[in-house]
């Protein structure tokens, strides 16, 4: 198969855009301090820290009660 020029800037285009991508979400974790913002960012991390929100909303509302 000939590997025309198009093929090329369309490869090095496509590598630019996907670097940047990237670079794009490491500097909003960097700027945010969170490694996940939103849950499509890790689905199984937010969903682990979700429940954890949870189960210390329940311990607090004990806790209250208790007092």
């Known amino acids: 198969m000939r590997v025309t020029n198009k093929m090329i800037s369309d490869r090095v285009l496509f590598n630019i855009q996907t670097s940047l991508k990237r670079i794009a979400k490491l500097h909003d974790q960097l ?37």
């Open 31 to 67: 700027s945010s301090g969170y490694k996940v913002r939103y849950p499509s960012d890790d689905a199984v991390v937010a969903k682990r820290a979700s429940d954890i929100l949870t189960r210390k909303r329940e311990l607090e509302q004990f806790q209250r009660s208790v007092d």
